[in-house]
């Protein structure tokens, strides 16, 4: 159930090109601009998420991540130093 109200504005020439659109998918406007802005969003959504390699680079991806660590003097003093919500 739709419970939350959207505004926007925008200009005639705008309008009228979304109202055409709407008019041939047979729908309204506010339904044109949320199925196509739902649509856009998992999209983008969906891009931030996931990634695409060809096989070259995700064999390249895989063998650095089964590569050991490089040693990092620094981290590791963060590592074995007692933290502050540490009680002992």
Do not use: Y
């Amino acid at each position: 159930m739709r419970n939350t109200t959207l505004n926007i504005r925008t200009t005639d020439k705008t309008k009228h090109l979304l109202q055409q659109a709407a008019n041939m998918l047979g729908t309204t406007v506010s339904g044109f601009l949320l199925n196509s802005a739902t649509a856009k969003a998992h999209e983008i959504i969906q891009n931030q998420n996931h990634f695409f390699l060809d096989d070259d680079r995700w064999n390249m991806f895989c063998k650095t991540l089964d590569r050991a660590p490089s040693k990092n003097k620094k981290l590791q003093m963060v590592i074995n130093s007692k933290g502050v919500f540490k009680d002992d």
